[in-house]
């Protein structure tokens, strides 16, 4: 019998939007569970911090002319950011996470993070505050407004652990789930494997909240060439997409695809950390081998796509590389760029090795990595979400992964995860605890603990490396030859051969030598799964068409595909 706990609410992914989840779901009167492949304090994207937060500010922005609604237009059509995206967000979702911002910083705010400061800087938005006020360091970013506030977020994750323990949150840490339990194809709870020991551990729940966050890392080659230098955590590695898929929730599919710019946005071999972006405000140019200025700021509403003209210029005569430059920045703009390195990612790591090599923002450019014109981008898939934040199988919600519904952010995980925590906890209320399947969750516990026992086989190494190859070969047949939706005999039998490796690399045995790896293993296991339904899709003639989402499913074994058109509630400005 396997040790089993009981709950209302079971978060999975202790990260920003779970414990924004988990919080709430508590304030709402549910028993809550985590359970966190990681550990809390320091898990998730956000768990190295963060230093900017977008959002709109009801005392602020209206005097500025400025809307939810404008925001929304913004991400999804007439900002820089929307101008990428073109179009491609679910703007009910967005608006509901644009106006749910203000509520998410005043909270994080009230629980330790440090938002509002004595002094703030002439390159910070203006604005009047009643006299002995703090303000808050407003920054422009993507949108058309300045909307960005800069804060100490290195510990974000560390206040919000605090806030899950203040309300009882059982949590369970080194806890990575690996499937989700139904009946009668109503989710009843999941199943884990805890990291350290072994042991599987069954997990009672009225509802689940899916938080693994928005990632499949490891499903294609890292750019780095290295796994675990990434800019997003290695370990989110579909896993709730995956078990998702397997319980038979939709998502959304999105094929791999070509860039037609050479971009840059990490300093080279660091690229953990973002700091070449947002993050060296208001100082930081990006410039050619020549010293020329390409980028006077990379994040700040500069037309982007035209200055990269200038990029592919000075690609074409030959001025690389590129580097960061703030040598001709005050010192003060340089003092504030350094304190926000020091709340950014893995930023503070970037200032310690240039301690240690004695580099300084002063005198000293950094290198970019360039990532050439015509990259052949990933695919990705995520949970399809309506605006209660549940998924088609009753019982299962999610904050995250889940369709576009702003920059793939902290804001957006923020509020989707606040608001799943509520709406999982009133749907619990009205739901009876099942009864559990016995026979499901033994096969289960068979599935991913098996590699333990086994002398002989692969290593998760091995199998991971092998997926990476075909998954490279997918994205050449998808968007390497031919523009997107034109199907040559090559690129589908490619394809379809692509699902046969797959069929068969899902069939070889794996071997682990410890708990640690035995997750790696059902990593990988549901990498493959993630990569299956993208690749099945990949197939479908309709999945190429512009305005809709790509809907996929599995029901007894085989693949359902659907298309919707995407709702435009705040049509583009520009385009009108
Ligand atoms: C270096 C860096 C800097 C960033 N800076 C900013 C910034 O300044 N401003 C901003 O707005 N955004 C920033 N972001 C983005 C922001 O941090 C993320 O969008 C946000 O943290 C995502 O939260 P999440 O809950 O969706 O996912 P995550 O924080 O990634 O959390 C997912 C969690 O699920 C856990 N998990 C996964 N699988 C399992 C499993 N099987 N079982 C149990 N647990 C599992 C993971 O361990 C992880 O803790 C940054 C991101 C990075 C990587």
């Excluded at 079971?10 to 414990?19: F, K």
């Excluded at 370990?235 to 710019?261: C, H, S």
């Excluded at 999610?398 to 920059?407: D, K, N, R, T, Y």
Aim: charged content about 25%.
């Amino acid at each position: 019998m396997s040790k089993t706990t009981s709950t209302d609410v079971l978060v999975i992914g202790g990260g920003l939007s779970g414990c924004m989840a988990a919080i709430n779901a508590a304030n709402h009167g549910a028993k809550v569970t985590i359970l966190e492949k990681s550990h809390i304090e320091r898990s998730g994207a956000a768990g190295t911090g963060n230093d900017h937060f977008w959002h709109w500010n009801p005392d602020i922005h209206p005097k500025l002319g400025w809307t939810i609604a404008d925001m929304v237009r913004d991400i999804s059509f007439d900002g820089e950011y929307g101008k990428t995206k073109g179009g491609y967000i679910d703007q009910e979702l967005c608006e509901i996470v644009a106006a749910g911002t203000m509520e998410a910083v005043n909270n994080l705010e009230s629980w330790g993070v440090q938002f509002k400061y004595d002094e703030i800087f002439p390159w910070n938005l203006q604005y009047e505050v009643p006299k002995g006020e703090k303000k808050y360091r407003i920054v422009p970013q993507f949108q058309s407004e300045w909307d960005t506030l800069n804060y100490d977020g290195r510990d974000l994750k560390k206040r919000l652990t605090e806030q899950c323990v203040k309300r009882r949150v059982k949590i369970f840490n080194r806890m990575a789930a690996t499937g989700l339990l139904t009946k009668d194809r109503q989710i009843v709870g999941a199943t884990g494997v805890d990291m350290r020991t072994g042991e599987f551990h069954v997990f009672k729940a009225k509802v689940v909240i899916m938080a693994t966050g928005m990632d499949q890392s490891r499903l294609f080659t890292a750019p780095s060439g290295n796994w675990f230098n990434a800019q997003s955590p290695p370990t989110i590695t579909g896993d709730g997409e995956a078990m998702a898929i397997r319980a038979g929730a939709e998502v959304f599919i999105l094929q791999a695809g070509k860039t037609t710019n050479a971009g840059f946005q990490y300093m080279k071999n660091l690229v953990r950390s973002s700091g070449a972006a947002t993050t060296c405000y208001p100082a930081g140019r990006y410039v050619n081998s020549e010293g020329e200025t390409m980028i006077k700021h990379p994040a700040v509403r500069e037309p982007l796509r035209k200055k990269r003209e200038n990029v592919e210029t000075s690609i074409r005569e030959g001025k690389t590389p590129f580097y960061l430059d703030f040598t001709d920045a005050k010192e003060e703009e340089i003092a504030y760029a350094e304190w926000s390195y020091g709340n950014e990612g893995l930023c503070w790591v970037i200032l310690e090795i240039m301690k240690d090599l004695g580099l300084d923002f002063r005198k000293d450019a950094f290198e970019l990595a360039l990532e050439p014109t015509g990259r052949l981008t990933d695919g990705f898939l995520a949970l399809w979400i309506n605006t209660e934040c549940s998924s088609n199988v009753p019982g299962l919600f999610a904050c995250s992964p889940v369709q576009f519904a702003g920059e793939v952010a902290a804001p957006t995980a923020a509020v989707l995860g606040w608001r799943s925590g509520e709406k999982a906890a009133k749907y619990s209320k009205e739901m009876e605890e099942h009864e559990l399947d016995e026979k499901q969750i033994e096969a289960e516990k068979i599935r991913t603990t098996s590699p333990l026992k086994n002398t002989d086989g692969f290593t998760w190494q091995e199998v991971n490396l092998e997926l990476n190859n075909i998954m490279e070969k997918y994205k050449r047949y998808v968007a390497g030859f031919n523009p997107s939706g034109i199907k040559d005999e090559i690129s589908v039998t490619g394809i379809k051969t692509c699902l046969e490796q797959l069929e068969k690399l899902v069939a070889s045995k794996m071997k682990a030598k410890d708990p640690h790896e035995l997750v790696r293993c059902n990593e990988v296991i549901n990498l493959i799964d993630v990569a299956k339904l993208m690749i099945r899709a990949a197939i479908e003639p309709e999945q190429y068409e512009n305005s809709i989402w790509f809907l996929g499913k599995i029901v007894d074994n085989k693949p359902i595909f659907r298309k919707i058109p995407i709702k435009i509630k705040y049509p583009s400005k520009e385009a009108a």
